[in-house]
């Protein structure tokens, strides 16, 4: 199983990313894959995560509105649309796939089954 997140890089405070993570090696409609996030210095913390079963939702209440998640089963692909970035957004965005569904109790990840090299994303001021 390899998930390969892309899309970061350096924006301005109010920009947008979008990031992509490309799930090759499962049954992509049989796992829960969400975004997870570390910034520096901090624990790691849930972004969204989608399922074939149960759609899209958020690990934490604070991210809806300017962070979507969406996906695209054709291409084996989960997107997370960043808009209004702020310099506190700045992370390491990594994804990560769960067997069965999004579980939002866990907000760290800790029961997800594989997880992709993350990419960088950097908020300047």
């Known amino acids: 199983v390899q998930l390969q997140a892309s899309g970061g890089g350096l924006v301005q405070a109010g920009g947008s990313l979008r990031l992509s993570c490309v799930a090759s090696g499962l049954t992509f409609g049989d796992y829960g894959i969400g975004w997870f996030r570390q910034a520096p210095g901090k624990e790691r913390e849930g972004v969204a995560c989608i399922s074939s079963n149960e759609g899209s939702g958020y690990y934490v209440e604070s991210m809806k509105g300017r962070f979507t998640i969406s996906s695209d089963r054709a291409k084996n692909t989960v997107y997370l649309q960043m808009n209004s970035l702020k310099p506190e957004d700045t992370a390491v965005y990594s994804c990560?796939?769960?067997?069965?569904?999004?579980?939002?109790?866990?907000?760290?990840?800790?029961?997800?089954?594989?997880w992709g090299k993350g990419t960088l994303v950097t908020v300047s001021s």
């Open positions: 990560a796939a769960e067997h069965g569904t999004c579980y939002y109790s866990d907000s760290m990840g800790y029961g997800m089954d594989y």
